[in-house]
C-alpha cells in the first residue's frame, strides 16, 4: 500500500481514542494498538446490530459453545472471580445472547448457554475479527503483521514461561 492509499484509508477509518501524539514506550504503544483493535471489533458489532455487546463482555461469549458451562467453569476458564463472571452474565441475559437453566446434574448450580441471539453474536465477532485484522493487514503489509504476530506470540508465551 502506497502513502495516498494509506492516507485515504486513515480517513475512511478513524481510529477514535487514539493519542495524537506516537506513544514513545512499549507499553504505550501496545495500549494505543489493543484500544484501536477493541475500538473497531466494538464498532463493527454495533454495525450488525449488536447494540448492547460490550468489549467485557467477549470473554464469556468466546467461551460458551452447544452443552453450555457452569458459572463456576465458565469464571475458571476466563480468568476472573465467579461473582465478577456472575455479572457479566447477568448483562448478557438482559442483553438477550445467553440464558441459563437448571443443571440436571446438580440442582445448585445453573447451565449458561447461549441464544440464537448469541450465537449470531458469536459469528459475527469472528467474522468481525478476520475483517479488523485485514485493515491492519492492509497498514502494516502481510509480512509486516504476519512478522507482528510472530513477534508477540513469543513475548507472550516466553512471559507465561517467566510466570508458570
Known sequence: MDFEQTAQWRTAHPAPR??????????????????AFELRTLEKCRDRGHRKFRCSHSAVI???DDTGLCLGDLAERIGISQQATGKL?????????IYSHPDIRDKRSRIIQLTPTGITLKMDIEEVLSEVRCEFQEILGNG?????????????????????
Open 144 to 164: 509486516g503483521l504476519d512478522s507482528l504476530e510472530q513477534q508477540l506470540r513469543s513475548a507472550a508465551s516466553a512471559f507465561t514461561e517467566l510466570t508458570d
Open 18 to 35: 487514539v493519542p495524537s501524539a506516537i506513544p514513545q514506550h512499549l507499553g504505550q504503544l501496545l495500549h494505543t494498538l489493543s484500544d
Open 89 to 97: 452474565v447477568r448483562d448478557l441475559e438482559r442483553a438477550g445472547y
Open 62 to 64: 468466546a467461551q460458551l
